[in-house]
């Protein structure tokens, strides 16, 4: 056998034996997650989306060498949702009009390859699916001012079944879906947590239309910044006029700056309600390849 033959043989060795280490550690992760479960017993959704992020948002700031980031965030998005499916029943709802598909991808792609997915034709559908979990979380439109489905009004109420927002979709970016410019809003009846790379919705109620120019106005003063706002009235529900806001960082349900957004809002609003957040995606700067040269190493 010649030197080049054995060298090969022997970096053949030491792959096989890093992915005997790999598959070990993988079935060690396994047992310590099954050690969670059991703290977690009696909880009726298990999915943490914070956790999940962070983990991500860590292995991509730890991350360096050749291996592409987009590919490693993929690898552990299947190891979490591996150890979803037998903490307890996981399935997901999915909007997925004929006009318009492509969100069943942005759900397969977060929620891994063999996740039960089920097919629904409303936006209600989806709402309604998960209030009744009959799927653990939902997948439905980003909303966008163009839009004349106002899906996050079914959110809009404070019995404890009622979904709210906990991830963004695409998570990892430049997905292989059917429709790259696609964006999707997770659902699930759990508390938003902090993570430091947040965004929340709220929804305000108010007896008139105070115009966005006020509910900007109250923002700033409460010490909110706004990414975003849509307005829906239906003059046949009192108090027929709510605003979703989605605003830049984490904002505790209850907490002050709702405290003083109300304040800042007056008698004019009828009440404010926390519709959960997400951790925000990863951006392509977090995805970009740190070379052994470039970290001294």
Request: glycine share 8%.
């Amino acid at each position: 056998m010649t030197d080049d033959k054995h060298r090969l043989t022997a970096l053949r060795d030491e792959i096989d034996a890093i992915d005997r280490n790999l598959h070990e550690l993988i079935m060690r992760r396994t047992e310590v997650v099954e050690g969670v479960r059991a703290a977690k017993e009696g909880n009726k959704v298990m999915i943490r989306p914070s956790r999940e992020a962070e983990i991500l948002y860590r292995l991509s700031a730890e991350h360096k060498g050749g291996f592409p980031k987009r590919e490693l965030a993929r690898i552990w998005r299947e190891l979490i949702v591996a150890t979803l499916s037998f903490e307890g029943p996981f399935s997901v709802a999915v909007f997925e009009p004929e006009e318009n598909p492509g969100y069943w991808g942005l759900a397969r792609d977060q929620y891994g390859t063999f996740t039960e997915l089920i097919r629904h034709g409303s936006t209600r559908a989806v709402v309604e699916a998960v209030r009744k979990q009959n799927a653990t979380v939902g997948i439905l439109p980003f909303p966008h001012r163009d839009q004349d489905e106002l899906w996050w009004r079914f959110l809009v109420s404070e019995t404890p079944e009622t979904p709210k927002v906990i991830a963004r979709l695409p998570f990892i970016p430049d997905s292989n879906v059917e429709n790259p410019n696609l964006e999707a809003l997770v659902i699930c009846p759990i508390e938003q947590e902090e993570t430091g790379r947040d965004r929340t919705f709220l929804a305000v109620e108010t007896e008139e239309d105070i115009g966005h120019p006020a509910i900007e106005n109250a923002l700033s003063q409460a010490g909110f910044s706004a990414a975003f706002h849509q307005l829906w009235h239906d003059p046949n529900r009192p108090p027929g006029w709510t605003y979703l806001i989605e605003v830049f960082g984490f904002v505790a349900t209850g907490g002050q700056k709702i405290i003083r957004l109300h304040d800042a809002l007056g008698t004019r609003v009828t009440r404010i309600l926390h519709l959960g957040g997400y951790a925000t995606p990863l951006s392509e700067q977090d995805l970009k390849q740190v070379k052994h040269e470039e970290t001294g190493g």
